[in-house]
């Protein structure tokens, strides 16, 4: 007699539909993370999806005013258009198509994004945030520009890695998790498979045009969650399409998310709040945005983790 044959569980494949939010200058953006089914993926832990919109040259476009970070890297990742950085450590730094602006806020830092006095017209874009571990998130501020990333051409697929480790490419982008951040873009109609690393989760974001992930058309909007484990996936696509796939090593910390901060406790956010609102100089101070910064929003309920 055989034994029984034991079938692996089937992958997840999980559909999460991002909501719909609005940020500073009124922009619409959709939001895939956190959601309400899956708060992370790897140490990935916010995405904007914005655009594409045109601007009149006289719409004002992106206007985020100076606001703080703590406990994450801000990662901003253009398509079309152009974006102004600066930051309480002095930076200014326009960002464009194919270009990564990278912040690590640590313990603390201030920033404002804006679009730029005679801005193109067209603005699209993703904004991520990564939670720093325990051993970074203390650490002192930083920023840095990449406008050169590395380039991965196979399968008819042209992709760059804005962050981490995969298809055997590292980005220069300085990160404390084991993680990805691919931009694919489809440029043959085509199907094909594209090797994963196995110790990542994953999940595929569609940015425009058609594709499908295992088979199943893609929805605009919609985050799909892969899961661990796998060694591929499935990509299909009909004419010029673009995704971005994200991936890493699960993080194990107990990861809270309020407003614009990454920490671990309730005491932590309420504390941080106080010295946004105080003007401490932990957050330091954003010279040359014409405009207000950000007001905290109240905090008097205990915040749990996920
Ligand atoms: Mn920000």
Redesign the pocket.
Known sequence: MSPPTVQPPPPVLEALPAHEATVGGGMLVRRALPHRLRRRVGAWCFLDHYGPVTLAAQDAGMR?GP?P?MGLQ?VSWLYEGAVLHRDSLGSLQLIEPGQLNL?TAGEGIS?A?ESPAGHPPGLHGL?FWIALPESRRHGTAAFDHHPKLPLIARDGLAMTLIIGEALGERSPAKVYSDMAGLDIVCQDNGARRLPLDPAFEHALFLIEGEMTLEGQAMAPGTLYYLGLGRESIALGNRGHARAFLLGGVPMQEDVLLWW?FVARNTEEMQKARAEWESHAARFGEVHGYAGPRLIAPELSTRLKTR
Do not use: R, S
């Open positions: 985020v606001h970070h801000t912040m920033h994004e904004q614009n």
